[in-house]
């Protein structure tokens, strides 16, 4: 589908998303791997390049990840980064070694050859500023290679061969803090390795409607619409592919926010030509999630639980043989065990519906981060009040509880979630932000309403600064606007005593809290 791809083998670096987001900013498509793909896989994905990630290993390490060095001899033009160019040099018969004086941050770049990686970009004396994050360096080149760039504490900053497409660099690119990150970027997937600008929505859109309705043929297609952005411009691009063959089904598991359901069944039936089936499953899903508040427990009965009811409307509507859903690119990525390492966490509209389930899918966005969607939902001529609403998890409010899910902690965070919007909307920041909600902890605390002692609930507010969801960094909310927020709350949601503010970032920390 993509005739210029680069490749991506990821080591285990927290920016590796980073360096797809970059190559695809360019308009060239980006896919990342584990480094354990195999060989033959990576032959077939026929890539224009391959990027080698950094990582937190030290090459020379017992138990240090490795790359079937066969991709050398594939013909592809190749870029280490940070690991990845030790590994490289590793590999091809140099030598690496902890380094004597580790960088860690800004550091400045002497280019010595302004050609290839470096073209277009100022040689010595300028200095260009990086970012460095090691604590091993090359001590020998491996034969063949040449340096072309150098820091105060890495003679070998920078590295090619001199007759096969093969460049490194010690420091990272992908960063922003690294100010010539996006040419040398550019240098590589362009001037090394050929590719062409035709990463476009447009022409996503052209492959992936013929790919569904090749796929699809004259069979029928159920669509899980959430009213998030995801499942809305899943369902209007699989829409554009079959049409009528297309049968979308809402399900209220009861874990919506206020009026959520009725909002966005009123939005479907007014301002789409969609067929929308409503399932109330409210009582169902509470069922199940009695008793239980281990998160991953939780995200299980509730995807499994929408499972049996896309089972049980296939089975009415007959002749049913897809499942379309808005499966992400981060989706994918945080559920992949990369690293011998338990995924991220689960997600249900990822893994276990093909086995569970007698229906195959349909995932036509599992390609795209979050910010391409909203861009290909535009280009699909939606309105922007579908596609700049702010995420909302599949699983909804039952990870925006810790612990127990009950009728009483619902209300709770429901009537929290609903002050949090307005006051964001009003404030004009419901747009600058990625996300912002409510979140009840499964604590409370002591304190005085009136002239009594009260011991309630405590709700935590969360919001994100975010591109892709892959990374996120806590917003800074006016003072003024966090205060209106917590006054309101626990003057108006009864139970609640106690506000406070989320300022982690991701990683460590995930942006729900479950």
Not at 264 to 271: K, P, Q, W
Not at 337 to 365: C, T
Not at 475 to 495: A, C, F
Request: glycine share 8%; hydrophobic share 40%; proline share 5%.
């Amino acid at each position: 589908m993509h005739s210029h791809s680069i490749i991506i083998l990821d080591f285990g670096s927290q920016t590796t998303q980073l360096i797809a987001r970059r190559i695809r900013e360019q308009k060239v498509y980006s896919e990342i791997h584990p480094y354990t793909l195999p060989l033959a896989k990576l032959k077939e994905l026929r890539p224009a390049g391959i990027i080698l990630s950094g990582g937190p290993a030290s090459v020379y390490d017992e138990d240090a990840p490795l790359s079937d060095p066969g991709l050398f001899n594939m013909g592809v033009p190749v870029l280490g980064i940070c690991y990845g160019a030790q590994l490289m040099t590793q590999q091809l018969g140099g030598r690496v070694e902890r380094a004597e004086k580790r960088e860690f941050g800004k550091a400045e770049l002497r280019i010595s050859e302004t050609a290839g990686l470096f073209s277009g970009l100022e040689a010595k004396p300028a200095h260009h500023q990086v970012w460095m994050s090691h604590g091993d360096r090359v001590e020998a080149l491996a034969p063949g290679f040449i340096a072309i760039a150098d820091t105060e504490h890495s003679p070998y900053a920078a590295l090619r061969h001199q007759e096969k497409p093969f460049v490194a660099v010690q420091f990272h690119p992908e960063v922003a803090h690294t100010l010539i990150g996006t040419d040398i970027l550019r240098n590589f997937i362009f001037g090394i390795c050929g590719c062409d600008a035709s990463w476009t929505m447009q022409s996503f859109i052209e492959s992936t409607v013929a790919a569904v309705r090749e796929k699809v043929g004259s069979d029928r297609v159920i669509c899980a619409l959430s009213g998030g952005v995801d499942s809305t411009v899943v369902a209007a691009m699989i829409h554009r592919a079959i049409g009528s063959q297309l049968t979308c089904i809402h399900v209220n598991n009861g874990l919506m926010r206020t009026n959520e359901s009725a909002g966005v069944l009123r939005f479907f039936r007014e301002r789409t030509d969609l067929q929308v089936i409503d399932i109330d499953a409210e009582a169902y899903f509470l069922e199940r999630l009695k008793g239980i508040a281990d998160p991953e427990e939780k995200r299980k009965r509730i995807g499994y639980g929408f499972i049996e009811i896309f089972e049980q409307e296939a089975k009415k509507l007959g002749q049913v043989k897809y499942l379309a859903q808005g499966t992400l690119y981060p989706d994918v990525i945080e559920s992949v065990v990369f690293r011998g390492k338990a995924p991220i966490k689960s997600h249900h509209n990822v893994g276990g519906l093909p086995e569970r389930m007698h229906l195959a899918l349909i995932e036509p966005l599992r390609e795209l981060f979050k910010d391409e969607v909203r861009e290909l939902g535009l280009e699909l001529g939606l309105p922007e009040e579908a596609i700049f609403r702010q995420p909302f998890p599949g699983p909804g409010l039952g990870i925006r509880i810790m612990g127990e899910i009950t009728a009483e902690r619902l209300r709770i965070v429901r009537q929290a979630d609903v002050i949090v919007l307005e006051e964001m909307k009003q404030s004009g920041w419901y747009r600058k932000v990625w996300q912002s909600f409510a979140v009840l902890l499964p604590i409370q605390t002591v304190g005085v309403m009136g002239d009594g002692r009260t011991y309630e609930h405590v709700i935590a507010l969360r919001s994100v600064d975010s591109r892709d969801a892959m990374t996120a960094d806590w917003s800074q909310l006016p003072y003024d606007l966090l205060g209106r927020i917590s006054t309101r709350i626990i003057n108006e949601v009864r139970g609640v005593n106690r506000v406070v503010y989320d300022i982690s970032s991701k990683p460590p920390s995930t942006i729900e809290w479950e």
